[in-house]
């Protein structure tokens, strides 16, 4: 626990210097793989112009780079803050299985950070959310999905019968 206790302090205190720096709000994110810390990163949304630019997704492309392929199998984050649905996001897909987090959805909100509005319209069906979705050229963008499937043996051999 007190390795887990150290890559904790770093992020908390990457989101502590964020402070100083005005690059982004104060969050700080650390990926560990076999106790090496292959990325440390704090949110850079106003120094990039970048909304995605947070400290968990900032640390997942660092790790991803230094390692050279985007599966972090065998990573655990800690983030001074439990990540919000985009964050949550990237770390499913990136396959890391445990994360430590400092402050709590509820601390963040507090703090000005609020993303139950978010959660609350990713309950709804597409049709049902206050953005506006509308399917157009199904048919050629279907077809960039074939041919994709069909050079991928891997994937091809999941596809049941040609059937979607």
């Not at 909304?51 to 985007?70: D, L, M």
């Not at 803050?81 to 402050?103: D, H, R, T």
Request: charged letters at 25%; glycine letters at 6%; hydrophobic letters at 40%.
């Amino acid at each position: 626990m007190e390795d887990h206790r150290k890559f904790m302090k770093q992020a908390i205190s990457l989101s502590a210097d964020n402070l100083k720096t005005l690059a982004g709000g104060p969050f700080g994110c650390v990926i560990v793989r076999d106790g090496e810390i292959l990325s440390a990163a704090a949110n850079t949304v106003t120094q990039d112009s970048d909304p995605t630019a947070h400290a968990e997704i900032n640390a997942i492309r660092q790790a991803a780079k230094k390692i050279g392929k985007p599966d972090l199998s065998g990573c655990t984050l800690y983030t001074s803050a439990e990540p919000c649905p985009m964050c949550l996001s990237a770390i499913y897909w990136c396959n890391i299985k445990q994360v430590f987090y400092g402050n709590t959805k509820r601390d963040a909100e507090w703090a000005g950070f609020g993303d139950q509005f978010i959660l609350d319209q990713l309950q709804h069906g597409i049709d049902e959310q206050a953005i506006k979705f509308e399917r157009l050229s199904a048919s050629e963008a279907i077809a960039v999905f074939e041919k994709w499937v069909a050079t991928n043996p891997e994937i091809k051999s999941k596809v049941k019968d040609g059937s979607r």
